[in-house]
């Protein structure tokens, strides 16, 4: 009896075998990856496949894109098995992969040491893992990575990752991507788009019937190294499970590490408690004298309204008795204006009183005997000088009009016939010369005076008498004229 293929079966002997169910991978697609550049499709038989090559050659570089897509990132090792007997040397890393590093160079002048690769500018690269069953089912695993511009920096690397339950097939499936995510999503809408790897594994793992990441470490391990080294530490790290009693373990040592910690916090409080103790007493006299203080602050707050205050008051007194004093001032103002008032009209009558009486005669007799006293001096002062003049000359002074008269007119036929005697010198100015009036020109301007014997004359004895004066000649007779600056002077 046959059943269909999706009826359900009551017979364990007519279920699939485990042996069927199992995943076997039989496909490995690689477009540019490392120095494999455009697209490589390696088939795998299901009995398993050999890499045979010489170094160099690209064995390595498909077992890592196998590892790329199954270990996580964190734990991944690309190219372990060849730098397993040599530690030193650069590592291989997903940008010289999609770059295509082929080579390290070696700059002489400069001394660095600059990566050679195949692809420059924005590139992508694909990887894909199909796995199949004995039943037919297929799992492709499929991961992308690009890098756009001319970065090679791990942190530029983009990637994204896609489980299909179906065959998938790069050139077909990819044909024409241009690095924009969402246009692919939308064209391949059956398969499943991760952006994480966690996520990714997970949904892997449970197609494919793999537990944990157990597995995967230990097909890493496998396939990128020579030799398995310490076979306790690969048994425990890599095919047994961790035993419960660790974790119980690692919980003891938290407790008691809290436990230790909370002892320890309770000693140092202790001792916080002693040290500190002294000090309440000081912040209890700190508080007391905050608190006066701040009494004293309110007290000082208040001390300038206060002062206004007391200021306003007396000042208010002081206004009063201003007012006070004012008011009898006033009084005693008006009657001393009263008094004032009826002193000049007394006052007025005695003036009028005195100039019926003859007062105005003699305020004229008195004027007249200040102006006669006036023209007095001023005789006296005049006839002081002739007196100098006199003595100068050596002549006495006449004591009629007429003497005085001829005395005068021998002085001017002296000073119209020139020098006869120098004048002693007498203390005035040193800046000013002088000379009798009877020589002054009668031209304003000695540029424009006529050219006659009477002026150059006068001019050669203005020339003689420099810094002299007449002392002889009366104040009223002489006249200053600018310093002579001839050098016989």
Same mark, same amino acid.
């Given at each position: ?8 079966? !009551? ?24 120095? +494999?550049?455009?697209?490589? /499709? ?6 398993? +496949? !050999? ?8 064995? %390595? ?16 090792? +690309? ?29 002489? /002048?400069? =001394? ?36 756009? =511009?001319? %970065? ?8 994204? +990752?896609?489980? #299909? ?18 246009? !692919?999503?939308?064209?391949?809408a059956d398969v499943h788009h991760h952006d994480s790897f966690n996520a990714y594994a ?59 910690e909370a002892h320890k916090a309770v000693v140092t409080a202790r001792e916080q408690i ?19 203080? %701040? ?6 707050? =208040? ?12 000042? /208010? ?30 006052? #007025? ?8 009486? =003859? ?45 005085f008269a001829e005395q005068l007119a021998q002085a001017r036929s002296l000073l119209d016939?020139?020098? #006869? ?8 100015? $040193? ?17 424009? #005076?006529?050219? %006659? ?20 000649? $009366? ?15």
């Open positions: 009896m046959k059943h269909p293929d999706n009826a359900p079966t !009551l017979f364990l002997s007519e279920l699939p075998t485990p042996r069927d169910e199992q995943f076997r991978m039989r496909r490995l697609q690689v477009f540019n990856w490392g120095t +494999f550049t455009g697209l490589h /499709d390696v088939p795998i038989a299901e009995r398993g +496949f !050999l890499f045979v090559g010489r170094s160099g050659s690209g064995k %390595s570089t498909l077992l890592d894109a196998m590892s790329a897509l199954l270990v996580p990132p964190a734990l991944v090792d +690309f190219n372990a098995a060849a730098r397993e007997a040599e530690r030193s040397g650069r590592d291989r890393s997903l940008v010289s992969y999609v770059r295509g590093a082929w080579a390290d160079q070696h700059d002489e /002048d400069s =001394g660095e040491v600059a990566t050679q690769y195949l692809r420059r500018g924005p590139v992508w690269s694909a990887l894909a893992l199909e796995y199949r069953n004995a039943l037919g089912r297929c799992v492709t695993l499929v991961r992308l990575l690009w890098i756009r =511009g001319n %970065s090679s920096t791990a942190a530029d690397v983009q990637k994204h +990752f896609i489980v #299909a339950e179906r065959p998938f097939d790069l050139a077909v499936e990819l044909e024409g991507f241009d690095l924009d995510l969402r246009r !692919l999503k939308q064209r391949l997970e949904r892997f793992r449970r197609l494919l019937g793999i537990g944990n990441d157990t597995a995967l470490r230990l097909l890493h391990k496998t396939q990128s190294a020579k030799n398995l080294g310490d076979l306790n530490h690969f048994l425990r790290d890599f095919m047994l499970e961790r035993p419960e009693t660790f974790a119980v373990a690692d919980r003891l040592v938290a407790e008691f590490a809290e436990l230790d002693e040290t500190l103790r002294p000090a309440r007493a000081a912040h209890e006299r700190l508080l007391a004298v905050r608190r006066e203080r %701040s009494e004293l602050d309110e007290l000082l707050a =208040g001390m300038d309204g206060y002062r206004e205050r007391q200021r306003l008051r007396l000042l /208010d007194a002081r206004l009063t008795e201003l007012d006070t004093l004012d008011r009898g001032l006033e009084g005693e103002e008006g009657r001393r204006l009263q008094s004032l008032e009826q002193h000049q009209r007394e006052l #007025a009558e005695l003036q009028a009183r005195h100039r019926e009486q =003859g007062g105005d005669r003699i305020e004229q007799l008195e004027s007249e005997r200040v102006d006669k006293s006036r023209d007095r001096d001023d005789c006296l002062r005049r006839r002081g000088g002739a007196e100098t003049a006199c003595r100068t000359l050596g002549w006495p002074l006449a004591g009629t009009p007429q003497g016939a020139g020098p #006869a005697r120098t004048p002693p010198p007498m203390p005035t100015s $040193a800046c000013w010369n002088w000379v009798c009036r009877s020589s002054r020109p009668k031209t304003p301007s000695p540029a424009r #005076a006529p050219r %006659s014997p009477r002026w150059k004359r006068i001019r050669r004895t203005s020339r003689r008498i420099c810094r002299r004066c007449a002392a002889g000649c $009366a104040p009223r007779w002489i006249w200053p004229i600018p310093r002579c600056r001839s050098p016989a002077s």
